[in-house]
């Protein structure tokens, strides 16, 4: 499911709630390498996943740019499965500027595989980079799986809940330092990373999945 071009006059640019809307029945597959992007913040949501079916299967999202939606870069929103589902977030980068969380979760009580690794989540509003558990802390009895991201949220915070915990060997708060915030129409400076930024060699290799970034480098590279 690769919906659309890294060309920068072919970027997924409409308004709407969501842009990009998954629900299909039996849904299994692999959506990557997309600019996802709403520069006017018309858009509530960027991204949505969510079925009304019992069919759900799973989807890798990597080497994603998402930014620019009103409130929420990434919607999981399975309420009604009753087998599981595998969400593998991987390796993407999500900017927001807005008062919600980037990545919103919104699963209680469902099997359910998420696995949030190897990310850069800039929120520079004041909202949250990750809800793991939209509905209140006590109905939820499990968080999703994350490592290996890097979170920075000045003006905000990581998590709306505390249950949320940074990994403490593979996770940070800091700072990605790219070249450019993104904003309005793609350029390649966008999310790009500067040579001082912390994210450089802290990534873990997903080279079973895919074996190039965004731009279409290899990667692995150096230590990470």
Same mark, same amino acid.
């Not at 919906?3 to 920068?8: A, E, G, Q, Y």
């Not at 919600?100 to 929120?123: E, W």
């Not at 060699?201 to 480098?217: E, R």
């Given at each position: ?26 849904? #299994? ?14 858009? *509530? ?9 019992? =069919? ?5 999202? %990597? =080497? ?10 990434? #919607? ?7 087998? =599981?589902?595998?969400?593998?977030? #991987?390796?993407?980068?999500? %900017? ?25 989540? #800039? ?23 994350? *490592? %290996? ?36 129409? %793609?350029? *390649? ?18 080279? *079973?999945?895919?074996? =190039? ?12």
């Amino acid at each position: 499911m690769k919906m659309f071009s890294l060309d920068p006059n072919d970027n997924h640019a409409e308004s709407g709630n969501p842009q990009v809307s998954i629900t299909e029945y039996d849904t #299994y597959g692999n959506f990557y390498s997309n600019i996802v992007r709403d520069p006017g913040g018309n858009s *509530s949501v960027n991204i949505k996943v969510s079925t009304y079916n019992n =069919n759900w299967e799973s989807v890798n999202f %990597y =080497n994603n740019l998402i930014y620019g939606g009103a409130i929420a870069g990434f #919607y999981i929103y399975p309420s009604t499965l009753s087998k =599981n589902t595998t969400i593998n977030f #991987y390796s993407n980068s999500v %900017y927001g500027n807005n008062s919600g969380p980037l990545i919103n979760i919104d699963i209680v009580n469902v099997p359910y595989n998420v696995d949030i690794k190897n990310n850069i989540i #800039y929120q520079a509003g004041s909202g949250s980079c990750i809800d793991p558990c939209t509905s209140m802390d006590s109905s939820c009895t499990r968080l999703p799986e994350h *490592s %290996y991201n890097l979170y920075y949220a000045p003006a905000g915070k990581v998590s709306r809940t505390s249950r949320f915990v940074l990994d403490a060997l593979t996770e940070i708060n800091a700072n990605p330092f790219w070249q450019a915030v993104p904003s309005g129409a %793609y350029t *390649s400076s966008m999310a790009a990373l500067t040579s001082v930024s912390p994210a450089i060699d802290k990534g873990f290799s997903l080279s *079973s999945l895919f074996d =190039n970034d965004f731009v279409n480098v290899s990667r692995p590279q150096g230590s990470g």
